[in-house]
């Protein structure tokens, strides 16, 4: 069984991070550069960036991922949206349709170009499904890009089969105009993709409420949702 990601991954990008910033300190000089968030997400850490060293997209995600430690749970009353999307297998479908097909829905954003937040969640939620085990086609994964312009069903497809995805679980893409709206009904726009935060939504089923966790939900935790959605009432 794969063990359960957040805890060890969060742990070895906290180590690498550190290095990191120890070697950007140790070849630091006083040379003024453009300004960048990532220059400013190192400063505030106490690291310095290398004078001519290109900007690192990534390094805001990076310093969340180690602040971030907390889960934060809430219950919410979303609606969804009857957007017009595509599946990883080319199909066009609706929204609504997708997720109201009367299975618990564990759903959250993602882009395959990502190499921070979502290969963490995207391996919380291959462990999940090991962890369903008979069960998991029972349950339905749903991974929405925040990025359709790169992500094409090709490419979700390609994602989806390094992250070992299962019948259960489908990756979904459209116009940018769909995404975006997408995101906004579940609380998640952040008008970028470079700010894009770790959010998982539960529901036990259509016309439920949705449990929005945010931060880096463990296998075990959405574990605890599905059980306790299937025994409510």
Same mark, same amino acid.
């Given at each position: 069984?794969?063990?359960?990601?957040?805890?060890?991954? $969060?742990?070895? *990008?906290?180590?690498?991070?550190?290095?990191? *910033?120890?070697? /950007?300190?140790?070849?630091?000089?006083?040379?003024?550069?453009?300004?960048? &968030? /990532? &220059?400013?997400?190192?400063?505030?850490? #106490?690291?310095?960036?290398? %004078?001519?060293?290109?900007?690192?997209?990534?390094?805001? &995600?990076?310093?969340?991922?180690?602040?971030?430690?907390?889960?934060?749970?809430?219950?919410?009353?979303?609606? +969804?949206?009857?957007?017009?999307?595509?599946?990883?297998?080319?199909?066009? +479908?609706?929204?609504?349709?997708?997720?109201?097909?009367?299975?618990?829905?564990?759903?959250?954003?993602?882009?395959?170009?990502?190499?921070?937040?979502?290969?963490?969640?995207?391996?919380?939620?291959?462990? *999940?499904?090991?962890?369903?085990?008979?069960? $998991?086609?029972?349950?339905?994964?749903?991974?929405?890009?925040?990025?359709?312009?790169?992500?094409?069903?090709?490419?979700?497809?390609?994602?989806?089969?390094?992250?070992?995805?299962? %019948?259960?679980? !489908?990756?979904?893409?459209?116009?940018?105009?769909?995404?975006?709206?997408?995101?906004?009904?579940? #609380?998640?726009?952040?008008?970028?993709?470079?700010? &894009?935060?770790?959010?998982?939504?539960?529901?036990?089923?259509?016309? /439920?409420?949705?449990?929005?966790?945010?931060?880096?939900?463990?296998?075990?935790?959405?574990?605890?949702?599905? !059980?306790? %959605?299937?025994? /409510?009432?």
């Amino acid at each position: 069984m794969t063990a359960d990601p957040p805890r060890q991954l $969060r742990t070895l *990008l906290a180590l690498a991070l550190a290095c990191g *910033l120890a070697t /950007s300190a140790a070849g630091a000089t006083d040379s003024p550069t453009a300004v960048d &968030h /990532s &220059h400013h997400d190192m400063a505030a850490m #106490g690291g310095a960036e290398p %004078a001519g060293a290109p900007a690192d997209p990534h390094a805001a &995600h990076r310093h969340m991922m180690m602040a971030n430690n907390d889960l934060a749970r809430s219950v919410v009353n979303y609606a +969804v949206p009857a957007l017009h999307m595509v599946r990883d297998d080319g199909t066009a +479908v609706s929204l609504d349709k997708e997720l109201n097909d009367g299975r618990p829905v564990v759903m959250n954003f993602i882009y395959t170009t990502c190499t921070t937040i979502c290969p963490v969640t995207s391996q919380t939620f291959r462990v *999940l499904q090991e962890r369903l085990g008979g069960d $998991r086609d029972k349950v339905h994964l749903v991974s929405i890009s925040i990025d359709p312009e790169q992500d094409t069903p090709e490419r979700l497809r390609a994602y989806a089969k390094r992250f070992h995805a299962g %019948a259960g679980w !489908q990756h979904y893409t459209g116009t940018i105009q769909a995404s975006v709206e997408a995101q906004r009904a579940f #609380g998640t726009y952040r008008g970028d993709k470079m700010n &894009h935060a770790p959010v998982t939504l539960v529901r036990a089923s259509p016309g /439920s409420t949705w449990v929005r966790l945010d931060g880096f939900a463990t296998a075990d935790n959405l574990m605890s949702e599905i !059980q306790t %959605a299937r025994a /409510s009432p």
